[in-house]
T-cell receptor, first 112, second 113 residues
Framework: AAGVIQSPRHLIKEKRETATLKCYPI?????VYWYQQGPGQDPQFLISFYEKMQSDKGSIPDRFSAQQFSDYHSELNMSSLELGDSALYFC???????????FGPGTRLTVL | KNEVEQSPQNLTAQEGEFITINCSYSVGISALHWLQQHPGGGIVSLFMLSSGKKKHGRLIATINIQEKHSSLHITASHPRDSAVYICAVPVLHGSGNTGKLIFGQGTTLQVKP
């Protein structure tokens, strides 16, 4: 069965560079959540989308932006990268109105 | 006090032992997730439950809504079970489930051969 796909799986960037992370939901999933998990830290909610509209916003820096496209995939754009942005970024998707969420494998971002 | 608390934070067991990880939460929930994360790896969903008990292979999850408590049990533990186990609950807003998750701090399990 198809799962949540994230790309790239690993990404190395220099400080002040930009990065784009992608999340492809399971078919018919209309809701996407983005989380950031720093080394040794609990995951923190960044932002979510439902039907291509932002539905909630968490502790997402102003340097980051995100959107959900017509095919329901979502992209997290990160600019002016800082060392502290090094983390695992994972998305979770679901069909609105249901409880079950499915998790992507994550993108491990390293900022040098 | 965190809204989702797990115990123990670290657990070392010998292969074959029965393992229990506990999760207590202080918020109203519609469901609770148990997740697994291997070192350097992504998050894998083990269970989502809103009542009673679920079993998958050697893993069993239970939840007591009244007591706001859930447990994850591993029977006949194996070194490949070594991972971080995380419980997470979705935030409720008004009458709805936002789906946004609050995570426990995780339990690091090491099973020795």
């Amino acid at each position: 069965a198809a799962g949540v796909i994230q790309s790239p799986r690993h990404l190395i960037k220099e400080k002040r560079e930009t990065a784009t992370l992608k999340c492809y939901p399971i078919p018919r999933h209309d809701t996407v959540y983005w989380y950031q998990q720093g080394p040794g830290q609990d995951p923190q909610f960044l932002i979510s989308f439902y039907e291509k509209m932002q539905s909630d916003k968490g502790s997402i820096p102003d340097r980051f932006s995100a959107q959900q496209f017509s095919d329901y995939h979502s992209e997290l754009n990160m600019s002016s990268l800082e060392l502290g942005d090094s983390a695992l970024y994972f998305c979770a998707t679901r069909t609105s109105g249901t409880h079950e969420q499915f998790f992507g494998p994550g993108t491990r971002l390293t900022v040098l | 006090k965190n809204e989702v608390e797990q115990s123990p934070q670290n657990l070392t067991a010998q292969e074959g032992e029965f393992i229990t990880i506990n999760c207590s939460y202080s918020v109203g929930i519609s469901a609770l997730h148990w997740l697994q994360q291997h070192p350097g790896g992504g998050i894998v969903s083990l269970f989502m439950l809103s009542s009673g008990k679920k079993k998958h292979g050697r893993l069993i999850a239970t939840i007591n809504i009244q007591e706001k408590h859930s447990s994850l049990h591993i029977t006949a533990s194996h070194p490949r079970d070594s991972a971080v186990y995380i419980c997470a609950v979705p935030v409720l807003h008004g009458s709805g489930n936002t789906g946004k998750l609050i995570f426990g701090q995780g339990t690091t399990l090491q099973v020795k051969p």
